[in-house]
């Protein structure tokens, strides 16, 4: 499975090297301030997690590396170079894809025409030509198969899957059009327990290919099964910033939970 992943990395990704990084990067929308003075780098072979509850920042900081808005303050990277994305196109072709948690899917469609929705093969150069059903199918089908993900046709509606079936469609599909940066948001959040980890096996079999993860959460559980980095945000802010190594699942479910706030809290209630 992740020797088929592999493919469609790029060559010279390494583990370790950086292929995204943020310096103190902020978002500003008129006098609310989303984000201040974030540092992330995303590594090849790695997957940084992002933890928050709601209104915490994640969804601000997914917005700038995929080109939904522009940062306000600070620096943005890609593969060394400083970019300022206007569009998602401009960040899916550096090779960032982004995963949202609806996963942009046509849940009437069939499985093979939402692998393609949007970069549709045609027979023949122009716009008009028609679609080449055939050739999608099988690669749609050859590509599922590859990654470990059956599905009974390829030819069903995709609302007919589990919620981690499309959810590994999805991470296949960012994958075969050449993302070396793969940005998950909230993939388990709507999910049970088998089906979690379904998503996490892909997700880990991603970072062992050399791609770089952006594992956006609330769950500090599914979190540390495949982080490598973990940062923590609260009102826009960073409250933790820590590698694996520097930090235990007991710690970051604490800072999750609210850290000092929650021992404070705990102090006052005593009798």
Not at 30 to 59: F, H, P, W, Y
Not at 84 to 96: M, W, Y
Not at 222 to 244: E, M, N, T, W
């Amino acid at each position: 499975m992740t020797d088929t992943i592999a493919e469609h990395a790029a060559a010279d990704l390494r583990a370790g090297t950086p292929l995204v990084e943020m310096e103190g990067v902020g978002k500003a929308y008129g006098a609310i301030r989303a984000l201040e003075g974030i540092n992330l780098t995303v590594n090849a072979g790695e997957v940084a997690c992002v933890l928050g509850d709601n209104g915490a920042g994640k969804s601000t900081l997914i917005k700038i590396i995929s080109g939904l808005h522009s940062h306000t303050e600070g620096t943005l990277r890609v593969d060394g170079q400083e970019r300022k994305f206007s569009s998602p196109r401009e960040s899916l072709d550096a090779g960032i894809a982004t995963v949202y948690q609806d996963l942009a899917v046509v849940g009437l469609m069939e499985v093979w025409r939402n692998f393609f929705l949007g970069s549709e093969l045609r027979k023949g150069k122009y716009p008009l030509a028609p679609l080449d059903i055939k050739a999608m199918r099988e690669i749609a089908d050859a590509e599922l198969q590859k990654m470990g993900i059956t599905v009974k046709d390829i030819n069903q509606p995709i609302g007919t899957l589990s919620g981690g079936q499309r959810q590994c469609v999805a991470i296949a599909r960012a994958v075969y059009f050449g993302a070396r940066v793969l940005i998950l948001d909230e993939p388990t959040a709507a999910l049970g327990v088998k089906q979690s980890g379904v998503v996490l096996k892909y997700t880990a079999a991603a970072r062992d290919a050399g791609l770089g993860v952006v594992f956006i959460t609330h769950n500090p559980h599914h979190a540390y099964l495949v982080g490598d980095h973990f940062i923590i945000l609260k009102l826009g802010r960073r409250v933790l910033d820590k590698k694996r190594s520097e930090v235990s699942l007991e710690e970051l479910t604490t800072e999750m939970a609210g850290g000092q706030e929650l021992a404070e809290l705990s102090h006052e209630l005593k009798r």
